[in-house]
């Protein structure tokens, strides 16, 4: 009976897929949701909400993806429960079958994250400590502990979901605002307008158009109204019985064979969406459900045109579908390994257990204990497994203590012992260079992205007298990573890319610019993690701008231009580090220009901190051109706190308070930051007099 209803439904399905591809392109039955395919450029990265298989393919004929999802902190106890389960199988295309991790930092060892990258699964986020509606500092600060920490490339660092499904339209404003590519929070269950039935579900989507979802029905409201072009939702597929009701999304309880079995064998006789397997480590610790999801995976991969893949892998197919037979040519970045992270000791250290010695990062080995003392007992590693459990021997010939056959022979040579003899994985082919010359930093393109930056720096800047006392290691250009939680910038290139440039200009590369480039003005917009008082701001730009402004505060609205404004009007030589006299608290610290913005690195001293430990990079003090006076007849807001810009000569500032603009970011709310830019320096001038 079941299998004439498969029939059935494939004949109509293959009538169906006679139609022209484009009108078939968006088949969700939402009067309001104004996706379609005349609006919605697959060139532009843009994709619809649809049940409609991609690329107007036939069913038989797309890649059935199944994605394995673990969420929560990566451990030495949760970690080999999910990578014992997928290193035991390939995809038929020779591919390993990988993982999608999205990671709470909070227990997270930084190691097992390297480890899983290495092996091509895909590294998202799930906040730094698992809170219900974080917050920015949460969301972005797990990014860049994945980035700083675990060394994952930010620009692998894509996805995120929300610490127990918990997720509203802020989440996702703040996702797309610095650099997220896609979320995986929201349940998507069937019937609804979205998913018609169990063998139609939603694809993968991105928010061009806001969110047709039936929200309501899950964990946290959407909207149409909301328009995040460049971020993609990967829905929660709820599990549902066969009358339809709904069971769960994750850890689906009872038999999860039968569960994920009956959801594969709807999609793949349906229209081939995506089949989520979105279970915690910890809940498949129990032995019964690792083997039940073994044999699933064992049972769905002998179907033909069946992938296992990362979110990503899908997401990338999706923007250019091709074939399941195609497909099967092509290599997913989840198959390739990784080059492009980077090792203090310059490879992959794969750590082994280090009983009966002690650790070592730098040379990624265990040193045993008194494996180098020729007249004491002690413990030498085992050749196999790199640990220190083959007991010495005594030799009466020697009168010594030896490490017996089968060990590794090392020789105790003062310093460290030489690296393990076997490297598991290749390093970066450049490591990134880190200035240790005594002379001025020059200016140039990060050698850590593998991407081409648009920006044109002149490349022998030097930074005037005196020059600037060399950072000692660690380098200090990057000023602490976590003085700031979050970056955003305007420009040409997408959410992802952007963030990644900035990045670049507050990292620890004191030697990379990122360049805001839109074509009638720009602003760069740090989020620190809390609101602190100021003292100056520091700037290094690669060009001259006779032209810039500081807003600093608590809103992050129009990107923090609707703050006070801290600096006016200020000029800025290019390839030279700038102080910025600016005395205000806020949270959010912003730079607008009325032209293109290439911006080096940017730093806000708190008031509280020693003058001596200015960052040493800063020499310099340009000079303003114009002194100011308070406006007649202005009403000023913010009284506190200096305006100023100084001078070299230490003069030149106006104390008349921080003028904060009221109005004049009207046009933010069109979501047009270019006019809103310029109103809002218009405003700055009108108020200030300039
Ligand atoms: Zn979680």
């Known amino acids: 009976m079941r299998s004439l209803v498969t029939l059935l439904f494939l004949l109509a399905f293959t009538t169906r897929s006679g139609v022209d591809a484009l009108d078939r392109f968006v088949d969700v039955n939402i009067p309001q949701y104004n996706c379609t395919a005349n609006n919605c450029l697959g060139s532009e990265g843009c994709h619809c909400a649809s049940h409609i298989t991609p690329g107007g393919l036939r069913p038989k004929d797309t890649p ?21 389960i997928v290193d035991k199988y390939a995809n038929r295309n020779g591919c390993p079958v990988p993982a999608t991790w999205y990671i709470s930092v909070n227990y997270t060892d930084p190691a097992l994250v390297q480890e899983v990258y290495m092996k091509g699964h895909e590294i998202a986020t799930h906040t730094m400590n698992h809170v219900t509606l974080p917050g920015i500092d949460e969301i972005v600060g797990a990014k860049l502990w994945l980035n700083q920490t675990a060394r994952v490339p930010l620009e692998k660092i894509k996805g995120f979901r929300a610490p127990f499904l918990v997720h509203n339209l802020e989440q996702r404003a703040m ?10 929070s929201i349940p998507e269950v069937y019937p609804t307008p979205t998913s018609p039935a169990a063998n139609q579900k939603l694809w993968p989507y991105s928010m061009n158009f806001g969110l047709p979802q039936s929200c309501h029905l899950g964990t946290g409201p959407c909207s149409l ?29 009872g038999d999860l064979f039968e569960a994920y079995k009956r959801e594969f064998n709807r999609s793949y006789t349906g229209n081939r969406a995506p089949l989520g397997v979105y279970v915690h480590a910890a809940w498949l610790m129990d032995p019964t459900r690792a083997d039940a999801l073994t044999n699933f995976i064992r049972y769905a991969i002998q179907f033909e045109n069946v992938f296992f893949a990362t979110v990503s892998d ?7 579908p091709v074939s399941a037979e195609e497909y099967a040519k092509t290599r997913p970045v989840s198959c390739m390994k990784p080059t492009d992270m980077w090792f203090p000791s310059g490879s992959f250290c794969k750590k082994v257990q280090c009983v009966n010695g002690n650790w070592t990062e730098a040379s990624c080995d265990c040193t045993c204990a008194a494996e180098f003392l ?9 050749a196999k497994t790199g640990a220190c459990t083959l007991p ?37 082919p450049t490591t990134p260079t880190i200035p240790t010359t005594t002379t001025s930093p020059t200016f140039a393109t990060s050698t850590l992205s593998p991407t081409n930056s648009t920006i044109t720096i002149p490349t022998n800047v030097t930074i005037v007298s005196p020059a600037p006392t060399p950072p000692t290691p660690p380098p200090q250009c ?11 910038m305007s420009g040409s290139l997408d959410g992802a890319s952007k963030y990644i440039e900035a990045t670049k200009a507050v990292d620890s590369m004191c030697t990379t610019c990122a360049m805001a480039d839109s074509t009638s003005g720009n602003y760069f917009m740090v989020t620190l993690k809390e609101s602190t008082q100021l003292r100056e701001v520091y700037v290094v730009v690669g060009e ?11 809103s992050s609205e129009m990107y923090g231009m609707k703050n006070p404004v801290c600096a006016n009007k200020i000029s800025l030589s290019g390839g030279k580090a700038s102080k910025v006299k600016c005395e205000l608290k806020g949270k959010y610290v912003t730079i607008a220009t009325r032209g293109m913005l290439p911006l080096c690195d940017m730093y806000a001293v708190p008031a509280s901190a020693p003058m001596e430990n200015a960052p040493t990079i800063i020499t310099n003090v340009a000079a303003a051109t114009t002194t100011t006076t308070k406006p007649e007849g202005e009403s000023l807001v913010g009284t506190t706190g200096g305006s100023n810009f100084q001078s070299s000569s230490g003069g030149g500032g106006f104390t008349s308070g921080g003028a904060y603009i009221q109005n004049g970011a009207d046009m933010a709310l069109s979501g047009d930051f270019n006019k809103a830019t310029q109103a809002l320096i218009d405003k700055a001038m009108q108020l200030t007099g300039w």
């Open 64 to 84: 059935q993806f199944i994605v394995i999802t673990n969420d929560d902190a990566i451990t030495v106890t949760t970690m080999p429960v999910i990578v014992n």
């Open 175 to 184: 996702l797309q605002q610095n650099g997220f590519t896609f979320d995986s």
């Open 225 to 253: 109204n909301e328009t995040l072009p460049g971020l993609w939702e990967f829905p929660m597929w709820a599990i549902q019985d066969d009358t339809n009701k709904v069971i769960t999304t994750m850890d689906p309880p």
């Open 314 to 320: 899908v997401i990338s197919w999706i923007k250019n």
């Open 374 to 382: 020729s007249n004491q007992p002690g413990f030498c590693a085992d």
């Open 392 to 428: 010495k021997i005594f030799n009466p010939n020697t009168v010594a203590f030896e490490c017996p056959a089968g060990s590794i022979k090392r020789s105790y040579s003062g310093v460290a012992p030489a690296a393990a003899t076997t490297t598991t994985y290749v390093p970066l």
């Open 478 to 488: 990057g000023h602490q990573l976590m003085s700031y939680v979050a970056l955003s």
């Open 544 to 554: 001259d701008i006779p032209e810039a402004y500081i807003f600093v505060g608590e």
